[in-house]
């Protein structure tokens, strides 16, 4: 293998907040390094090779061997993926799943939920089984707030609202008997274990728990790839794609590679236990501080919070910006918040190191300290 140059000045890297694309694991990235340029010896790099190919087959073979290990996937589960993006599954699900005239129930707890159900009415009837418009999706939803419609076909929801902050703790409670569980966990994927069981299926966007963006994971039980409501061109069939494991046509093969090294790293950290408590103790860090002190509002209600996304704010949006500006100059990157929450977001996704959590509480203390006077004046 040729040098590719000195792997150890890794020195000017900052804290990466980002809400995706977003940190990559460390020991991932100076691997590609190496396999972008020269894979397994083969005297070619991982983005040469040919989709159809043997280098290729045993990435894709070893990619899905992970992802079902680390998500202790049954045996009637199909695991593959796409490209087009998480929003291309807004369409693709109802497209596939929703016959006309039947119904599919949809969480609404913010706008990747509200880009699902935009879709819905193209392919069927959409009933908005609970919703946190009402406070800003400051909360997701309990038992108390479902109310289902009659014979659903599937029910939606999104696990984890990237942009809001707030994060389901357990699936939605007693969906109707003769419906299966569909969700968007693009931004919680694999960041705590996870019952495959209870869900006919999962798709996720990859660029913040799994790899590069331009690859979404989906896992989907055999009966529901079966669902047959109309005539598709042979692309928006999940079928397809299941049934060549991501290889209908030619797939992001980096993003295949690259999906199966994070799950490499994922299982050498000790699995999707060991995930749930670095990210418990990393936002846990973050929270804390927050309700300690009144100079910053969190965004999301307590029993909502997300542990990959956490918002909250300045006491103005002046400073909202100055602190932005600040922490960036601190090597604190990407900490503004999504143009719909404003203030300020920390994304901190499995391969986010808890030394930037501290760092970032450390900024958070200095700033309102020398804030605070001006704020309250
Ligand atoms: N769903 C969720 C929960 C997301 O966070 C995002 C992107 N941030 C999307 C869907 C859309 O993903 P993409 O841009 O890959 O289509």
């Known amino acids: 293998m040729s040098d590719v140059g000195d792997m150890s000045d890794m020195g000017d890297r900052v804290f990466n907040f980002s809400a995706g694309p977003a940190t990559l694991p460390e020991p991932v990235l100076r691997q590609a390094q190496r396999d972008v340029f020269n894979i397994a010896d083969s005297g070619i790099g991982i983005m040469e090779h040919s989709h159809r190919g043997k280098v290729f087959e045993r990435i894709t073979e070893e990619t899905e061997a992970l992802c079902r290990e680390i998500g202790n996937i049954p045996d009637n589960y199909r695991v593959f993926w796409m490209q087009g993006g998480a929003t291309s599954q807004c369409y693709m699900v109802p497209a596939n799943f929703l016959g006309e005239g039947q119904t599919a129930d949809y969480f609404d707890t913010g706008k990747w939920a509200g ?136 797939p992001n093969t980096f993003g295949v590679y690259l999906m199966g090294e994070v799950f490499k790293w994922i299982l050498a950290e000790g ?74 977001r920390a994304s901190m996704y499995n391969a986010f190191p808890i030394e930037g959590a501290h760092a970032l509480v450390d900024f958070m203390k200095s700033f309102a300290l020398e804030h605070a006077a001006a704020a309250k004046a």
């Open 115 to 250: 880009d699902s159900i935009r879709e819905v009415p193209l392919y069927g009837n959409l009933h908005i089984c609970g919703s946190s418009a009402a406070t800003n999706h400051d909360r997701i939803l309990g038992p108390a707030d479902a109310s289902y419609s009659p014979a659903p076909v599937y029910v939606q929801y999104t696990s984890n609202n990237t942009i809001v902050g707030t994060e389901w703790h357990d699936e939605p409670a007693n969906i109707p008997a003769g419906s299966f569980l569909v969700c968007d966990a693009s931004s919680n994927i694999f960041s705590r274990p996870i019952d495959v069981n209870k869900y006919g299926m999962i798709y996720a966007g990859a660029q913040k728990n799994l790899g590069p963006s331009g690859i979404t994971l989906l896992i989907a039980r055999d009966d529901v790839l079966e669902l047959s409501p109309r005539k598709l061109p042979e692309m928006m069939h999940y079928k397809n794609h299941a049934k060549w494991v991501g290889r209908f046509n030619t």
């Open 271 to 344: 699995g999707l236990t060991a995930m749930a408590e670095k990210n418990a103790a990393k936002s846990d860090v973050v929270y804390a501080f927050l309700d300690s002190q009144d100079f910053y509002t969190p965004h999301a209600q307590k029993a909502s919070r997300s542990r990959m996304n956490l918002t909250f704010r300045c006491p103005t949006p002046e400073l909202d910006a100055e602190f932005t500006r600040q922490a960036d100059k601190k090597g604190l990157s990407g900490l503004t918040g999504h143009r719909i929450t404003k203030g300020m």
